[in-house]
């Protein structure tokens, strides 16, 4: 079953420096609006400064592939690795996690001046020199983490000014916002019993159960056919994914075996919520996981992260600032503990990363052009437009699966190994980007994983039965 | 496929009766070599006073049996489901768990004056009343609920005694051990590719697999079917565990697709336990999870639970007091986090608990006759006898399966709900039973399940790996 | 100064030995009314497991006085000085104070067997050796010491009983109370601006302050040197504390130079408590020292302890059960911050320990008949009595000093010298005994010590003010 | 006795406003050297960010001097209250004091327009208006704080860059360090057995005390009569503070009887220190408090704060960088509980308040022109000069006395009475002064305190004894 071909393949030269300097740049560019002193804080151990993420980074790419690869290559300080490194064990010593946000040295304008000359080191790199596929696939690397980090700096950077009394913008809304659509009724899309392939590279169902899905192929996915599929990458059986591109987690394509289901056409929206909330949802102990009642009662949870009662009114702090609580947006800022709850709430279940996925992969294999994703610049979830399932951008979906390997899972030798593999315990899988992803960086297999509580990032939920 | 009848048969009553009468005398049995101060105490948060089990277990029976259900039934003392109430949210309130061992009241004779109450009432109402179907349900729950109550009880018993500096025996052995036999290299079963059935009532396989592994039945599974199989109840698909019963989270009987995989036909010894410890398995990094090294640095931990390094020698506290720690004794005491990174050590894995549930169904669908449980008054792991897989008894093997929900999982209504559902969550699964599990109570299908950290349990782990 | 002779002198051994015996079985008695269960169980760190305090008072007099002193003696168990050790961080290693809970053996009968033993060496040793001035010293402290232990066991047992749901009482009252007087209105007693002398073997006042006050002896403290004086005993001029004997925090008799002063004649009521609370006393900041507002919040702080609330009315737990708050009786159970904060409410202070002592060797220089001490077997304050200052018993008064060393303190050599200077850093003095004091154990001098938060002792306050 | 006048008279309003300018401008001094990043972290909880002394000084004005008084005023913006307030429970709600540092918003930037707009009304104010007392006692008492927060600066600073490990200078060193001078042996200077004047406006000591300690001003004393007087203030009895300012802490001249004791005349130097380390000095419990050993093991100290161990080499992060350790240096960054410690290790105590205070005031009344404070801009002890009794300035000097009311002490009515009396639990008195206190700044009665565990400040220790 482990047959597909390794998981990183060489693309040229010219192409990863092109994409080397455009990852470079967005990160860049997503923190043009901070403020020198939005840079260095660190309100809680998962919030990373973004000084540290723009230094951590590039360290990734000095630690990884200049040192010991570019003849001649010298640090720029060797002191960097101490402050940069994040969890490597394999590669030395480094500052404590939760040390991040005392380090007001060096400055920003140093990281900074950190930053360009690895740049320029890796560009003359890329330029002068044949790198050995080892060396590219490590690059290629870095380029994913540092989407990754583009990702994180954007919750990061919410959960520092949203903490703050004045509540600052990080920046305004390109364009104002549009009077909501009323979101019609959740639809419920079935999928059919039968044996599915998970995991990268995996074509969207087996055989058998394909055909027997064919025959049900019914009206209510044909917008979805004409409406998704429009942007699909034809290329690409895991949709927009750099092709060649994936992680270790995602690797060892493999069958499972699926009772019959289904899935919600779209995410829960937040007037949704405010009916939960209203319902006592968080008064009430019976839909909770033991210990997410405890979290609730012992953190005094009352409603999604980032929402205020103020005069009366809930409203949420957004990358654009306070505003009113939009009922017609999919609900965010929400640990798995509520999401769970208020499945339960509805009678109903979250799906299991594997059901997402052969839905996924059925009814909307690749993202349509209007998903929200990084790239659209609003950095917040949008309302479903018309057909849109929403499989893909807005907010990751929490769903019912532990964070365990797949069949096939190995680490990598060498601290690169140290990537995935060792988190797989105590978290949850959570699918399908959200409006702070690279639109190249998400594919249909990719397995984003959080601890149960957390809700600092852009989360939120699909609903699920069992038929 | 959910198809299955209602999960608890009505057996008889005067079945019930002796049943209940068995049970209740096994608890006092297992409690009579006890000092009435090692009834008290509550040393940490998860191991309960061995007094508030007796209570708590007859509490069990007052509440969901007796209470509203005999005519004219009065509680014996109504301050008492405040004392012995566990976690039921929806009966009430009760003593915060971390102060279960602060009750010095009601004395150790005052509580088993309640039990003989409750007892004699009850028994009372198997003889004089007819119980309606789901009290009869709700008493055999209470019987497996006070089983699995038997065996916290011994975990319990060995960890205040164990953590005593006099080391004093909880009893002494029944008969001198005997030199143990060399463990043979390790084994590994193969098992096929291919669908499965899984959960409670679940075939061993499902047609298409099994006629596959029917062609692969090959001399290695031979003595299993001979000594394994000799003592199995074959009216029972699913071990000797009381026809009729099972819990919640084993229901929703379900098809799982198995990759080739191999399954050793033993479990981990002490003697390979040692070899880790001495190649530095404590020490290095490289094989834990993130998680696992914090708490393995934390917590100091260099050996499993209750070894003690005695002049120069590792010996273990046993039930019955200290003694040198047994090469070819099944290792036990290890948390997930050992079992796994002992596992990787090895460049292996542990099983999921699927490819546990199938390969027990193939290779031991019953417990041999020699197999150690609670039954044999041994309380510690036993040497693995000839042709013994271990599948059952001795220790609850670690998997690599997270605890969550089977598709069809659905909560009961009311308080008994609670049961096992919200504890779905940071939790992995054990299977197999142990030296402390009545055998009685044990089958196939039968999910038991502790935080990863935990290793106050007789733990213990088989191998497992891809084909 | 420092001259006053050795602390300890040496009484006859005959008097020793009646006195071991006395103290010995006082403590025994003290614990005859507790079930095995009561003497095992420590719910906090501050309080301590009564089978604890039997088998700690017995190794003091094994550690300090028999073992190489008395010879050929043998230990009784050489692993008792791991159990039974304090905090003599001189002999050796022990069980860390948070564990002294989960020692379920030896069995409260094996402590009383070694505390026999101990018994039978050392009344043999006083028989039969004529023991050297250091050794009988020991002795001596060792009887100080087990006094201690005797009120340190009425604060546990309280505390561990009352913080049961089913809030038994240690014993009956021994006879009825009587309707409560109406305590009549608080009087200050006038002390005069001079110098004093404190600390073990201190005249009452130097000579100028004397003189000064005599003038001054008016009306108002003739009753009190009627019925205080009337059971003094003139050969001490430290009250009824054991000639000779004092603590080593108590010598260095010195001066101290007082401000014109004046102190309540009696100590602050329940009722008056209750107005204080009534008034928002626990609800508003500007009373409470910063760190006591903290700790009110954070504990949610509404009442003294052992006070509840039920059915409407504040009940409070007394070692002879739950009873109606008695407004007339002292209030009790209060912290160093919420009599301090009650001070503060009412415009006035806390005395200074050296207020407090010239105030008494003037007032009421030896406990009268009538005071409240543990020989009077209430257990529980008493409602002031005609002319009685409450100076001795009932409560221990909380002084607005530190606990601090006095000029000429130096610790005594060897581990006995670990038995106060150690302790002298954020605690503070209190003075005057309690209902659970022995009456032969206290003196004028007496400096008692305890954390601001602490609040299971029997402890309450006396106002004063400037002049 | 409490005969003092009001504390704060009225200077003129031309004295005020060029003081306001001069103590405004020598703050915004103090940081020039910092960069923005410095300005924003917390790394630990006592440890402000610069940014907040910043905003927090100019709000003590704003609060408390000009809204309600300055007709007209207008705050610059209301939020700014809850962002800048302390600790003052009387003004409202604030930012809790750990979340300081998560503040990154207001910018510095903005942070010194705030402080510029309220510097300009203030200058206006006292330009156009005529201030009332009241209102002119909190603006000196502004000034005062503003001084406060100045010391309070220098350790956060120190701390912040101390902390990171590319231990970057605050500012390189005036001048080179010339080579030091053998300090010479621990003189100890007599006093004399009597009645001192304690306080704010004592005179040096009473009559009597006086006359007797006339008789022996021998030798030993004429020099500091000679050294320390020489920049003496006649006027003033309490050496360089500000005339008619001091806080309420120091108000309540009174009495107090001492007995003779010596004063070591000069404090207790690194290498001093460093043989305590050889001799094991934090590795053997005898000389510790109880809460201080158990400190010491709990976060594993074994050295002064700001001593690092480098290629077998002791330095200490200075202001000025990492150097190497000055033996002739006085011993800085030390704990109460490692001042104690080392005292009772050398056979000595410390001096109480009241006993450093009267010597001070008879051996060094007023700071001699050399005395190294914040405006010799060394920011750093100095090695003691020929003569220097090292009184005032270098470090503050742990006593043995605990932080408690004065006879006399109450506390202004209105928040400002928050000021210091809620703080007088758990903290020990330090005297004289240091390196980072502005000269002005300081008296003999002056008050500083600290929790004894803390060394994040310039303290150091005195020797004493009892003659």
Not at 66 to 75: A, I, Q, V
Not at 428 to 443: E, F, K, N, W
Request: hydrophobic share 35%; net charge negative.
């Amino acid at each position: 079953m482990q047959s597909e071909s390794p998981a990183i393949l060489s693309p040229t030269q010219s192409d990863l420096l092109s994409r080397f300097k455009h990852v470079r740049a967005t990160t860049e560019k997503l923190c043009a609006p901070l403020q020198t002193e939005d840079y260095v804080v660190q309100p809680v151990v998962d919030v990373s400064p973004p000084k540290w993420h723009i230094g951590h980074t590039t360290w990734f790419f000095e630690e990884f592939v200049l040192d010991g690869n570019l003849p001649g290559y010298e640090r720029f300080d060797p002191q960097y690795a101490y402050l940069f490194n994040s969890y490597y064990e394999g590669v030395g010593k480094r500052v404590v996690r939760t040390d991040r946000g005392n380090m007001t040295r060096p400055s920003v304008e140093e990281v900074y001046q950190y930053r360009a000359y690895v740049d320029q080191q890796l560009e003359c790199y890329l330029q002068e020199h044949s790198l050995p596929a080892e060396v590219a696939e490590k690059l290629e690397l870095g380029l994913q983490h540092e989407q990754q980090h583009q990702e994180l700096l954007l919750y990061d950077i919410k959960f520092i000014l949203g903490g703050n009394p004045l509540f600052p913008p990080y920046r305004a809304r390109k364009a104002a916002k549009e009077a909501a659509q009323p979101v019609g009724e959740l639809q419920f899309l079935p999928m059919e019993e039968g044996v599915y392939e998970i995991g990268w590279g995996a074509d969207t169902q087996s055989a058998d159960a394909q055909s027997a899905d064919a025959q049900s192929a019914d009206a209510q996915s044909a917008d979805a056919q004409s409406a998704d599929a429009q942007s699909a990458d034809a290329q690409s059986a895991d949709g927009p994914g750099r092709r060649g591109f994936c992680f270790d987690n995602e690797l060892g394509r493999h069958k499972v075996y699926l009772q019959a289901y289904a899935i919600a056409d779209r995410l829960v929206t937040n007037g949704e919520w405010l009916e939960f909330m209203e319902a006592g949802g968080y008064r009430y102990f019976r839909h909770w996981m033991q210990e997410g009642w405890q979290w609730v009662q012992e953190q005094g949870i009352q409603a999604p992260y980032h929402w205020h009662r103020i005069d009366g009114q809930w409203q949420r702090f957004s990358l654009h600032g306070l505003e009113p609580v939009d009922l017609q947006e999919p609900v965010t800022h929400i640990s798995f503990y509520e999401a769970d709850a208020y499945a339960k709430w509805r009678g109903l279940r979250l799906p299991t990363e594997q059901e997402w996925e052969a839905a996924c992969r059925k009814h909307s294999p690749a993202p349509p052009a209007y998903a929200n994703f990084q790239d659209s610049e609003l950095f917040e979830p949008a309302v479903r437009s018309s057909g849109n399932r929403q499989f893909w951008g807005d907010v990751w979906e929490w769903t019912g699966s532990a964070y365990r390997p797949y069949p096939y899972f190995s680490e990598a030798p060498g601290p690169v190994g140290e990537y995935n593999g060792k988190f797989m315990i105590n978290q949850m899988v959570l699918r399908g980007g959200s409006c702070a992803t690279p639109r190249d960086h998400i594919r249909a297999s990719y397995r984003n994983f959080f601890h149960p509580q957390l809700r600092w990032l852009f989360s939120g939920l699909r609903l699920a039965k069992q038929l």
